[in-house]
């Protein structure tokens, strides 16, 4: 038997949780987060993460539970995925992909290769390779489809996932001067592939709606977003994290409003003026998720327009 999962996407501050919870209490639902921040621990408010009500109401999967020293990978993204799917098979609920991170919806949908154990000396050489020019030029270089090529973590990211039961890994290995059978040790790490695989071949996309209300009222979503974290408390998160000894992590050091935050907890910046730099990464980042979903020819639409298409993807018995 097949079952059917449904797809919400956008950019940032778009709106797709809050609209996701607007609908929970006519059905039950699960949703499998397709973000790449919100796995982390103690990383509430600078993601966005549901809060612990709202969570209760819409379990979530994949959110809350790694530390943000270990890089999260397209491997691990499926691993927790193919727990969420089986229990919403289990607990009867509607199966939803929530969240902005394209290149892990599209593992999905288009059920790339699960992927492969961490490569932690190819990820040390790309990380090089960033460092002697540009996260873009190396993106260029192999030749890697992202939404946020600017982006270091995301493109060791992506070249590890082109490795995964690709016949670009050894092309991307000489790229990189080493072989495969140099990080051939971490095949320990490896779940059971076939069981991950297994449930999500049961699985089959139903439709993918991409939630953008348009970059005038997205700008606007932004602005009180970023404003919202800081006056719930960013900075106390930031100093928390350092306490913790998550300080140096890249999620904490590099990620936007994290940053920011701890350029204030440093006297680098004043709250003002941190926002103010937030709310100019966040709207570029959107901009690279909007032009990311128009190029894999998913469907935009509005938030009045949501309702509709939910009714229409539903999934029938």
């Not at 790694?66 to 098979?89: D, H, M, N």
């Not at 000396?121 to 460092?131: D, F, K, Y």
Request: charge should be neutral; charged fraction near 25%.
């Amino acid at each position: 038997m097949t079952h059917l999962y449904r797809v919400l996407t956008g950019p940032t501050a778009a709106g797709k949780t809050g609209w996701l919870l607007s609908r929970a209490h006519e059905h039950p639902m699960l949703v499998v987060s397709a973000d790449s921040r919100q796995v982390y621990l103690h990383m509430n408010i600078g993601t966005g993460m549901p809060n612990t009500s709202e969570l209760e109401m819409l379990p979530h999967y994949g959110v809350d539970c790694l530390a943000p020293t270990i890089k999260y990978s397209v491997y691990q993204y499926l691993i927790y995925a193919a727990e969420g799917l089986a229990a919403a098979r289990r607990d009867g609920r509607e199966a939803w992909v929530c969240g902005g991170t394209g290149l892990y919806i599209r593992a999905m949908v288009d059920q790339l290769e699960l992927g492969t154990y961490p490569r932690p000396r190819l990820r040390a050489a790309v990380a090089q390779a960033i460092r002697n020019s540009s996260a873009r030029q190396v993106a260029r270089e192999l030749q890697l489809d992202l939404a946020d090529p600017d982006n270091p973590v995301r493109v060791i990211r992506g070249a590890e996932l082109a490795c995964a039961g690709s016949a670009r890994e050894t092309e991307i290995y000489t790229w990189a001067g080493l072989s495969p059978a140099d990080d051939v040790d971490n095949a320990d790490n490896q779940v059971d592939n076939s069981e991950v695989r297994e449930e999500l071949n049961r699985w089959q996309c139903a439709g993918i709606a991409v939630l953008d209300p348009g970059y005038k009222p997205l700008l606007g979503l932004i602005k009180r977003r970023v404003q919202a974290m800081f006056d719930q408390g960013l900075v106390d998160e930031v100093a928390a994290l350092r306490r913790l000894g998550y300080g140096q992590a890249d999620v904490v050091v590099n990620g936007i409003g994290y940053r920011e935050a701890g350029q204030v907890i440093d006297g680098e910046l004043s709250v003002g003026k941190a926002i103010e730099l937030t709310v100019i990464r966040t709207r570029q980042y959107a901009k690279r998720q909007r032009t990311y979903f128009r190029g894999q020819g998913w469907q935009l639409m509005r938030l009045d327009e949501l309702d509709a298409w939910e009714e229409a993807t539903r999934p029938r018995d």
